[in-house]
């Protein structure tokens, strides 16, 4: 499996956290004077003078770690304001709090209090952390919509905010404000940085949280390694880039994938075949082929009907051409068992898919499916439950919702202050994949993706937003079809494609079409090989 970021429950989080303490390798007291320690560095580090901050500090640990963040900060000479709680804190907090208490007072956590503050440079969110039962009501609602802004003082708070592990009222296993309305989202705070802890969990990667959340810094708190080891739940990861901490760990897993060795030929890197279809569209099946032969496929044939092969007569001239007109003349190129990835759906019109898609099904061969590829599979049921685990399908929402109809009502559903009022986009893409018995890759800015496994991977690519432009799913279905060709897994060459198609958008920058994606490719592999 590829390697990325590990990324942790909640649920996973306490259960490493109590049985680190339980086995006596470390206190509770040290984890959270180490978190407030380095919450507490990051944000000096982060911040200009003046230095005068406000701590929020809420009832449980998170609020335990807001009272050692104003200590440290206290320490360093900055003028610390802490607004807190009556409620008896645990044993630890209560520790930490007292310790404040030797250098500072505590006001009352309320929105009159704040309100009536002057202004602070910096506002520290210590109020909830990954210990939030319910959804927040009342006064600490109405506190977390004055940092949102909501009461027309939006410059007193805005990118002067630091979050404690999240944003307060996240839910960190979903990514969703539960109990928070369209309107009420409109205020929600946005952390300038979020200081979380040992590792990512899945609220600051999906949406909305991923919004909420800033600048995602991860620290060391001392707990012990448990990577690979939190099963029997299946993994999940978040793709490097996102943490640099981790790139000296990935790099090696990545590069030991998409590098060639000096004694293959072009065919031991695979040939792809790409299903083109009308004139009118052969610009979708021509973008993804010439991803599929910069991401290094050995060859990649474009395969139009014969009344559009005058179409494809245009660069690049590495591409090979030859008609498919029929099923029949699909077998016959598939006899060559040389063909290692068949990508269709991009250009290629829904009749043509559903004609052409039993017998690509029926090779058994790695393939890459989608844009009418999936429309063809959310209309025909029976090619459906042809799928198999060497497919792999790259939905956006819409079709998302047309190929798993039942999956998607699931959204939206439920009471509105439970925790967690749907599924997470983690749980409809884990339940999709197991449906579909195919690699599922849901697009956005945090794209998901799941194998049939369980084994699930986050790409959130919130800095490259002119990704959303024509064509650009169509080579990420490319270099998806180019790593598939190279005999790449199907959960690695899905998530792999991922990181290099917004690799690539970064690259270009603003002004990206989807042209320009497949030219960066070269200097994405040259950064990701060396
Ligand atoms: N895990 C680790 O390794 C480490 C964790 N650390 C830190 O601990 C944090 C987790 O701490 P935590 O478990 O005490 O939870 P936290 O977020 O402070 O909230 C719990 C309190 O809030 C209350 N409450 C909940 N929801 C509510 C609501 N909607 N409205 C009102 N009240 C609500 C709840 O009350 P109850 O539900 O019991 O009534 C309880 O009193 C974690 O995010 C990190 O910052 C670090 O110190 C170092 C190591
Ligand atoms: N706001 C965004 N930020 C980052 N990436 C995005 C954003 N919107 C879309 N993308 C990415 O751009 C691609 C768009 O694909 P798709 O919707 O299929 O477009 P097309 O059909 O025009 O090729 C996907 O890879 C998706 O993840
Ligand atoms: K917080």
Redesign the pocket.
Known sequence: MLIGSEILTSAQMRAIESDAIGSGAVTGLALMEQAGAAAAALIQQATPSPKDVIVLC?PGN?GGDGYVVARHLHDAGWSVRVLGMDNTPGADAAHMKDMWLKRGQIRPLSDAQLMCEPPANIYV?????TGLTRKVAGDLHRILLRLGGRNDDAERYSGRIY??????GLDLDSGQMPGWSSEHMQHAPRANMTVAFHRPKPGHLLRPGCLLTGDLQIVDIGLPETKGTVSPAPPLQAIWPQFPFSRSQVRPAIAQRLAKSPLDHKFRHGHALVIAGGAEHAGAARLAARAALRIGAGLVTICPPSQAMPEHNTTPDALMRHPVDDTQELQDLLADPRITAICIGPGCGIARATALLPAILAAGRPCLLDADALTALSRDRSLFARLHEKCVMTPHEGEFSRLFPNIAAKQGRGPTDQLTPTPSRIDMLRMAAHQSNAVTLLKGPDTVIAAPTGACYIHTALDVPWLATAGSGDTLAGIATGLLARSLPATDAAALAALIHASAARKFGPGLIADDLPEQIPAILQMLLT
């Open positions: 809420g998170n969110d210590a109020i909830f952390g979050a404690i592990d999240c944003i307060s």
